[in-house]
C-alpha cells in the first residue's frame, strides 16, 4: 500500500475541515485563509445572490472559543465605520461549529499594496484613513491591539479596511460596572504580534488605547522602511526585540516625520500621543506643510517650510524686492 504524498493529505485535510453549510443561506466557494482560531470561506449568500466571507472555528464544542468569535462579531457590529469591515449574520453550523458571516474583501494587503513602491504622500493619506478607523474604534471603547499591515485590506479604489478584530479589548467608563468577561486578558499573558507590538503588551501589562498609538507607528514604521520594527527569525526573538530596545531608524525621511514616528514609538505610554487623533493631525500637518506638534523646528526648517508652502508668494516677494534693487541701482547712477 502507497504512502499518501503531502499534498493529497492536504486535500484530504481540507475536505474534512470544510465547513457543514446544509440547511443554510450559503454555499461553498472556495477557502481563503487560516488562522489560530479557525478559518476564513468565500460563500455565496443564496437570499441575497452576493459573496460574503465567513469565519468558521476548527472545531465544534469548545464553548470558551465560540464565545470568543461570537464576541468579535459583536465588537464588529458596534464599529459601523467605512473602514471597518461589517458583519451580517452570526450563529452555528449544522456541524455545531460557530460562525459569522462579513463583508467579503476584494484588494490586497497593505504589505502587498506598499510593496509596489507607492508615492510616500499616497500611503500616508491610506495610513490616514487606517487611523481614523483606530480612532473611530477608541471612541466607541474598542482598543483593536493586533494592528499590522497583514490586517489592512487596500480596496481597488484606494479604500483602507481595518480587519481581524479577535484580540480586540472592550475598554472605557460603560465597562466600568460590568462582570469580569473570562475571555479578558489576564496580567502576564501576552497576545498579538512581536513584529509591531508596543513593550506594555509584550510584558503582559495592562493595555489601552495608547497600545494602539504604538502599533501605528510601528506600521508609520513599515511604510517608511519596508519592514517590522521588531525584527527576528521567530516571534521569540521578535517579542525580545519588543522588550529589549527602540527600533533602529527607519532610513531616510523627513525630520518631522521621523519625529511623528519617535512620539508614537515612545517606550512609555505617557510619552506617546495620548489619542490616535492627535498622531492622525501631525500626519495632515505634516502633508499639508503645516506645523508638526511632536517635532520642534529650527529657523531654518520653518523658513523652508514656509517657502514650500508659499512658494509663488514667495518669487514674487523676491522678484519684487529684486526689482526694488535695481531701480534703486539705477537711481543712483
Do not use: C
Amino acid at each position: 500500500m502507497r504512502a499518501l504524498g503531502d499534498a493529497a493529505l492536504a486535500r484530504l485535510r481540507a475536505g474534512v475541515d470544510e465547513p457543514d453549510l446544509s440547511g443554510t443561506r450559503y454555499r461553498l466557494v472556495r477557502p481563503i485563509g487560516r488562522g489560530g482560531m479557525g478559518a476564513v470561506y468565500l460563500v455565496e449568500d443564496l437570499e441575497l445572490q452576493r459573496e460574503v466571507a465567513l469565519k468558521v472555528l476548527a472545531q465544534a464544542g469548545d464553548e470558551a472559543l465560540a464565545e470568543r468569535l461570537r464576541r468579535e462579531a459583536r465588537v464588529l457590529a458596534k464599529l459601523e465605520h467605512p473602514s471597518i469591515v461589517p458583519v451580517h449574520d452570526v450563529g452555528s453550523l449544522p456541524d455545531g461549529r460557530a460562525y459569522y458571516a462579513m463583508k467579503y474583501v476584494r484588494g490586497e494587503r497593505l504589505d502587498e499594496w506598499l510593496a509596489a513602491g507607492r508615492p510616500r504622500a499616497e500611503a500616508l493619506r491610506l495610513f490616514q484613513r487606517i487611523a481614523e478607523a483606530v480612532a473611530f474604534a477608541h471612541a466607541a471603547g474598542v482598543v483593536h491591539r493586533d494592528l499590522k499591515p497583514q490586517n489592512v485590506m487596500v480596496g481597488p479604489f484606494g479604500e483602507a479596511l481595518v480587519l481581524d478584530w479577535g484580540l480586540a479589548k472592550e475598554v472605557g467608563p460603560a465597562l466600568s460596572n460590568a462582570p469580569a468577561s473570562p475571555l479578558e486578558t489576564g496580567a502576564g499573558v501576552v497576545l498579538g504580534t512581536p513584529a509591531f507590538m508596543a513593550p506594555e503588551q509584550a510584558r503582559g501589562e495592562p493595555t489601552d488605547e495608547r497600545t494602539d498609538v504604538y502599533a501605528l507607528g510601528a506600521m508609520l514604521y513599515f511604510l517608511l522602511s519596508g519592514r517590522a520594527p521588531h525584527q527576528g527569525a521567530t516571534p521569540a526573538e521578535a517579542l525580545r526585540s519588543a522588550l529589549r530596545a527602540d527600533p533602529p531608524e527607519p532610513g531616510p525621511a523627513p525630520r518631522p516625520l521621523s519625529s511623528i514616528l519617535r512620539k508614537a514609538m515612545s517606550r512609555e505610554q505617557a510619552d506617546r500621543y495620548q489619542r490616535v487623533g492627535d498622531m492622525a493631525a501631525d500626519i495632515a500637518a505634516f502633508l499639508d506643510g503645516l506645523r508638526v506638534s511632536a517635532h520642534r523646528e529650527t529657523l531654518v526648517e520653518r523658513a523652508a517650510r514656509w517657502f514650500s508652502r508659499y512658494q509663488a508668494l514667495a518669487v514674487l516677494l523676491l522678484a519684487y524686492l529684486a526689482m526694488r534693487a535695481l531701480i534703486a541701482l539705477a537711481v543712483r547712477k
